[in-house]
């Protein structure tokens, strides 16, 4: 099968497509024959190297853990799925990932997609979607009511954090460039910050929970508006200054994404309920040119919604 793969880290000129042999399902996994995936931070910063010591892989590597596509092998463990379904995951962080024509996923962290939702429309969904769920639900905490700034709420993980505090029913604050103040908007933020001309230290104060995916001083700063004794900050990005976080007696969470089949398909009925929707902001095909246009964009940190990578014709 076709796949872009790199063979040794560094720049985008280390894509390279190729060829290599199809997965094999083991007895709780399918073979998903790929219509869509997508495009995260995560793989460019493995590509460069970051990660390395983190995920000590052998060679070839194919990047990418988001996936939409169809089934076309399931393994003799496999109970609730069988050939033919729409589904879409996140799959285990794996050497063996999704820039490719078909991959392997454990049964347990698909999702059906529902009729309504399109395979590109599902691929950009589960890493950036349950990244989002994580941070704003499970360590957030966010109860109705309740006041959350979300950063960077044009990007990927940021326009589907304002989608799901919108659907608990807070109030939802967001910082992002002008250029992207009706997208925002329409997605449901209650208080739009452009963040190249407002200070939001200067303007918002006892904030109940924070998502940053930005780190550095955003990071530093978001403790300046969290409330104290029960404002809860999460980072998708970075670890906090422990003394930051004892002065502003607040909770603090940096999170790693866990890939989860159940959340997924909570996530999926809200996109069935048009309570939240994907943002695309920009389509390639799985092509090595294709690939490298799409991670020079992700690498900008300027991308709005997520980029998608389209599978086949």
């Known amino acids: 099968m076709k796949a872009v793969i790199i063979e040794e880290y560094g720049g985008k ?3 390279k497509e190729t060829e290599v042999p199809m997965p094999i399902a083991k007895e709780h996994q399918v073979v998903v024959k ?5 495009i995260n ?9 970051y990660l390395k010591n983190m995920m000590p892989w052998e060679y070839p590597i194919i990047l990418g853990w988001d996936v939409a596509g169809e089934i076309v092998e399931i393994g003799s463990e496999v109970t609730d799925w069988k050939v033919g379904d729409r589904v879409f995951a996140r799959p285990d962080t794996t050497r063996f990932g999704t820039y490719a024509e078909y991959t392997a996923v454990d049964d347990n962290l698909l999702a059906y997609i529902p ?21 704003v639900f499970d360590y957030g905490k966010l109860a109705a009511g309740e006041k959350i700034l979300i950063h960077a709420g044009s990007g990927g ?6 989608q799901l ?23 449901g933020v209650d208080q739009f910050i452009d963040y190249k001309n407002e200070d939001f230290t200067k303007i918002l104060s006892d904030v109940d929970v924070v998502i940053d995916t930005m780190g550095g001083e955003i990071l530093k700063n978001s403790f300046k508006v969290v409330k104290p004794h029960t404002g809860r900050v999460v980072s998708i990005v970075e670890d906090a200054d422990k003394a930051l976080i004892e002065n502003a007696d607040v909770a603090f969470d940096n999170i790693w994404l866990e890939p989860n089949g159940k959340q997924l398909t909570e996530l999926a ?44 014709g």
């Open 41 to 49: 931070p995560i793989d460019w910063k493995l590509r460069e190297g």
């Open 269 to 312: 009925e809200l996109m069935e309920q048009g309570k939240v929707k994907s943002i695309i902001g920009a389509t390639y095909p799985l092509s090595e040119k294709g690939i490298y246009e799409a991670h020079a964009m992700s690498e900008t940190h300027h991308a709005v919604g997520k980029i998608v990578i389209k599978v086949g």
């Open 165 to 187: 505090a919108k659907s608990k029913g807070a109030f939802v604050i967001s910082t992002a460039s002008e250029n992207n103040r009706e997208l925002l908007l329409s997605l």
């Open 157 to 162: 993980v940021g326009t589907y954090a304002i």
């Open 13 to 15: 000129e280390m894509l």
């Open 34 to 38: 790929e219509k869509a995936t997508s």
């Open 115 to 135: 009729e309504t939702i399109s395979f590109e429309e599902a691929a950009a969904a589960p890493l950036a979607g349950l990244t989002a769920w994580q941070a």
